[in-house]
Each structure stands twice: as C-alpha cells, then as structure tokens.
C-alpha cells in the first residue's frame, strides 16, 4: 500500500504545472527534473526489497477501538510473494496487509508517470502556489501546495478522485526528490463500489534519513469507509528504512 501511495502522489506533486513555470521558471524546471527522478524510481522498484515497521490501527463506526496490530516485514513490491513477516503481533479484529502469494497481471498495461500525469491533466487540473523553503532530511526544499481547480472534466474514477484532494509537496532542490508531502481529501468519495463511501482521507509522508536508493522515511495513512453494511477508520504508521538490491527468494525444499 505505501508503494501504491507513493507512486499515485508522485505523479500528482511533481509534475511540472504551466503555471508554475509561468511564474518561476525554475520552480517548472525542478518540479519536472523531480518527476523524471520519479519515474526512474518507478522502473527501479521491482528490483528492490526494502524493510516496513508498520502498526495498524482501527475503530468501528461508533469510534471504538476494534483493535492493533504491529509487525515488521520485508516488502518486494511486484514479487510474487511482496510480503515476508520478520514479525508479527494482533489484538482484537483488525488485520495486516496479506503475504499470500500474488501473481502480477500480465495483461496490465505499464504507464509511465509523464503518461498518466498527461491523460488525467494533472498541469492544468490543479492550483498550484510555491509557498516558501523549509529544511528536510538535510537539504533546502521548495513547498508547493496544490489544490483542484473548479468544474474539470471528469472521464474515470482517477479524475473523479483527483478533483477531491489537496495538499502540499516539499521537493528537495539539489536532488529534485520529493521529500516530503501531505495530503487530505475535501469532501467523501464514492468508490468503485456503489454504496461505499471514503469519507475522511490524510496522507503524510516526509524523508528522514536520505541513502542511496531512498532511505528512512515515514508514512502515516488515516481514512474512514463507509457501507450500508459496516463502517470502519483505520490508521497505517509505517517507517521505511533499509532500501537494497532485492536478493533472490530461495526455492522451497
């Protein structure tokens, strides 16, 4: 989930919005540096295995605690088994991410971010404004904050979602990475399902420690969904550390 999270926003914060480059262009110039940066991180993803802290928490629709859940576990976004639990620990009725095995859609077709941030017309779909410089994971990064632009065409699902969020983006200037972001869903959203509903949505991701391939970092996710049947609010606190080459998975005895 927190890979899935990172690319959609990745796509959203960095590409390069025509008004930025109207009114700076070197902003135009670091925010589409970032987004090349972005998507060569992308391609770079099913060749690494990185380690998640993660604790999981929920309530039910009346705001009592359901129960926790916390483990460590090896991620391999796109294997056939993306999960090995290091550890694990559940309490009451909430469950992690599954570690069966996971075969990939071949059928699924492969868009790059400057493809996806071109059909759904990120640049012109989206207020953005650079709000000043703030010091993160080491390094100067420029704050752009975003917010939808009124009555946009809405062809699919990912349109309809886009045009329900904001947020800001901090993107490191020296390395055109984004190192930080926040994000929060303005009014509820009707999912693929007819009856569900995401009501309430906050993303906040920020670098701690930069390496090689990322580095440490933290993501914390917070939503509510809603049915006819059940309601829930869940809160995912993950720190990512240990990004490496992904080692071979030995065949079973």
Do not use: C
């Amino acid at each position: 989930m927190a890979t899935l999270v990172i690319a959609l926003l990745l796509v959203l914060l960095l590409n390069p919005p025509a008004q930025a480059q109207t009114t700076d262009p070197e902003i135009g110039r670091i925010l589409e540096r970032a987004l090349e940066n972005a998507e060569q991180f992308r391609k770079q993803l099913p060749k690494v295995q990185y380690e998640a802290r993660m604790r999981v928490t929920e309530w039910n629709g009346r705001g009592r605690l359901r129960g926790t859940a916390k483990a460590t576990a090896i991620m391999r976004p796109g294997d056939v088994r993306p999960v090995t639990f290091l550890s694990r620990e559940v309490q009451g009725k909430v469950r992690l991410p599954d570690d069966k095995e996971n075969r990939p859609d071949e059928n699924e077709k492969d868009v790059t971010l400057q493809e996806f941030a071109r059909e759904h017309q990120i640049a012109e779909r989206f207020f953005f404004e650079v709000t000043g410089t703030e010091t993160i994971a080491g390094g100067p990064a420029r704050r752009v904050s975003f917010r939808p632009r009124p009555n946009q065409p809405e062809k699919n699902t990912a349109d309809r979602f886009l045009d329900t969020i904001s947020g800001t983006a901090w993107v490191n200037e020296e390395k055109n990475k984004l190192v930080k972001f926040e994000l929060r869903l303005l009014r509820p959203f009707q999912l693929f399902w007819i009856f569900a509903v995401l009501k309430e949505l906050s993303i906040q991701y920020e670098l701690i420690e930069p390496a090689e391939i990322l580095g440490r970092s933290r993501l914390k996710v917070l939503f509510t969904l809603t049915t006819p049947i059940y309601s829930m609010r869940q809160l995912h606190e993950v720190e990512l550390d240990n990004f490496r080459p992904r080692q071979p998975q030995r065949a079973a005895l």
